[in-house]
């Protein structure tokens, strides 16, 4: 093979040099820049250029799990990274760089725990072993599950007596003052809502129900049943008529004739009969306007000063009234000392009246406390009365007609015992439908929607 003829060509200029090839040399280099930073396969191991496969294809495959993947994943270091590793194996030309240490911020507890030298350290150290001891006792008497037999659950034991200083007699402290203290010294005490120490409700957890509910009733309880739902539903039925009264029959009636002439008659109202007559109205305020005199809206005020008899006059009046009034008030006075029993009866009356609006209130309040709670949103209602009719009533359990339901009763007691919050049932909520439209790129040139939706229902009816 004979090799290709160099071209002789001046290289007198700097454009000339250019047209040499050293194609050849910039391989050689970059081989040699190569092997100083990966390293020659004469210098390499076996094991790094050579790899035993040990695990058979079917193990292979029961390993690459989407578990095991990710864990494997979570193993190898970020592909971000990787630009900051150093695969190179050329030596620094830099051999002594100056290398700073950084201040380390705060305290030192490493240093502190393992060489102490000052007095604190050695205390720090004391107080730590005390801390740590207590929580190995503590986790010793968790992990063996023993309960404290010696404590008494039921008893309201004060926390003021374990904690000395507290409890005084003269009752400097106040209890708010005294779970601060006991916070702050590291033994807080959780305070907890009045409701769990008494009853929200005197509702009983099982009310048996009416007698007339039974299959086989008595008339009297039969009747009674009744008559009760009969009432309840009598009260509805007012409430219901009030309502209408006060909204619906508050306002008149119209025929759709009248209403129609009504709204004709107000849409065309200022474009008849009403602009003649504020024409008309215009000329004439216009010409009585020219024939009065200019006067303004808001006339200036003239500064007229009283005389000095007339203000003497108004001061001698003034004397007059106040003169009058504290003869009225002694008058009064005089009146009431003469009326002193009167006077008495009614203060006591008056306090009478206001013991006895005391009490109720206090009544109300106290019916109040034991109510069912608004726990939530709506307000608890009581439940219907569950009643059979007279024809519906039969002699046997087997042909009688069930009414009540037992999960809905117990449902509806924990809700009046303040155990659930009152709710409604909500049906099935529907999605809303989404308008979806395709994209210009999927469409296809020159079909439409139309004819595709047209298309679809010719293939439905087809099949």
Known sequence: MSLPKRKRVSKKNKSAWRKTDIKDVEDFLEDKLRDERI??????????????????????????????????????PMKSWKGLENYSKVEDPIVKRNTVKQKKCGRDIEKEVCNPIRSRHFKANQDRAKYYEKVEERLKKKASGIPDINKDIWTDADFRDNIPGLKDEKGWISRDLSLYIAKNIGKPIIKVHDSIRHRTTKAKNFEPPHPGISYNPSLEDHQK?????????????????????????????VTPEEKEAFYMREMRSGFEDDDNEDTDDDIKNFQSNEDSTYQTSNPPVENKKKSKQARSKELKQKELEKKTLEKKMKKKQTVDINRIKSLKKEISEEEESLNALKKKRKKTAL????????????????????????????????????????????????????????????????????????????????????MLREQRIVKKKVS
């Open 225 to 253: 049943l009744i008559l009760k739902v009969v009432e309840k539903e009598e009260n509805i039925i007012k409430g219901e008529k009030h309502l209408e009264r006060v909204t619906t029959r508050m306002f008149k009636k």
């Open 367 to 450: 019916k109040k406390k034991y109510e069912t709670k608004r726990l939530g949103r709506l307000k608890f209602i009581e439940q219907d009365e569950d009643v059979n009719m007279p024809e519906d009533l039969a002699g046997s359990m087997c042909n009688i007609k069930q009414e009540s339901s037992l999960l809905i009763d117990r449902f509806k007691s924990f809700q009046k015992r303040n155990m659930l919050p009152v709710s409604v049932a909500v049906g099935k909520q529907k999605t809303p439908k989404v308008k979806r439209f395709p994209r210009s790129s999927h469409k296809d040139p020159g079909i439409s929607y139309q």
């Open 39 to 76: 390293g020659t396969f004469s210098e390499k191991q076996n094991e790094d250029i050579f790899h035993i496969d040990v695990i058979a294809t079917e193990s292979k495959r029961k390993l690459n799990t989407e578990k095991q993947k990710r864990k494997l994943n979570a193993i190898k």
